[in-house]
């Protein structure tokens, strides 16, 4: 049966985790959204450090194919993979998602770094 409205945020929970260990990280819904929304606004803010930490590297490229830097997208995608597989038994999968979206960011930062790469010239000794 589908339901033809949103859940209630303020509401008690309608289910439970047939796991008794499973610890539950708010008591509504909207205590869930306002903690998702928190750490949204901290992953923003990291990312766009990162952000500046990729356009600095343009600084240090010679070519496209360095700042492609395919050998270094491996590494980064298998540390982050890495990373996510202690929590994957809190949610199974993390590690393909969290490389799956490295992959979709890496991409954009790549993209990103290219038309920065075009904004700067060789240093002549």
């Known amino acids: ?16 985790f ?3 260990a499973y610890v539950p990280q708010a008591e509504t819904l909207g ?3 306002a903690n998702i929304d928190a750490l949204d606004t ?7 450090q990162r952000a500046l930490c990729v ?12 700042v492609s830097a395919p050998a270094r997208q491996a590494q980064v995608f298998q540390r982050v993979r890495e ?12 590690p393909d998602l969290i490389e799956a979206t490295y992959r979709t960011l890496v ?3 790549i993209a990103g770094e290219g038309r920065f790469f075009h904004d700067t010239e060789r240093i002549t000794p």
């Open 18 to 20: 047939k796991d008794p």
């Open 55 to 66: 356009r600095d590297a343009a600084r240090f490229k010679l070519d496209e194919f360095q």
């Open 83 to 94: 990373l996510a597989t202690p929590h994957e038994s809190q949610f199974p999968g993390l």
């Open 1 to 16: 049966m589908t339901s033809p409205q949103e859940p209630s945020t303020a509401g008690a929970p309608v289910r439970r």
């Open 42 to 48: 901290q992953i923003v803010a990291l990312l766009a």
């Open 31 to 33: 205590e869930l959204r």
């Open 107 to 109: 991409a954009g930062f």
